[in-house]
Nanobody
């Protein structure tokens, strides 16, 4: 069974950092196109960053370029989203997705507030 579980969300002050994790099971993450998405309050879900299979082409949303970094730890079959210099507008529920299997995680809440 293909499954994704996010963790690492929370409350952080503006300018702070968080690292989100996405643990995959039922498939090999490195062989799947993956992406992070977010949905802020009253907003549509948007893609934050996508990565092709075997760490190929990266695509970052303009709003997070230079602040967010996607990475992967193959032995743990886990993907990460390092978020730095967080802003209030980054407040959202963050989801990871396997684009190859069209499977979403349950989401993790990130709140940026003083």
């Amino acid at each position: 069974q293909v499954q994704l579980v996010e963790s690492g969300g929370g409350l952080v002050q503006p300018g702070g950092s968080l690292r989100l994790s996405c643990a995959a099971s039922g498939f090999t993450l490195s062989r799947s196109a993956m992406s992070w998405h977010r949905q802020g309050p009253g907003k549509e879900r948007e893609m934050v960053v996508g990565i092709a299979t075997f760490g190929g082409t990266l695509r970052y949303a303009d709003s997070v370029k230079g602040r967010f970094t996607i990475s992967r730890h193959d032995p743990k079959n886990t993907m990460y989203l390092q978020m730095n210099s967080l802003k209030a507008e980054d407040t959202a529920v963050y989801y990871c997705k396997s684009d190859s299997y069209d499977t979403w995680g349950q989401g993790t809440q990130v709140t940026v507030s003083s």
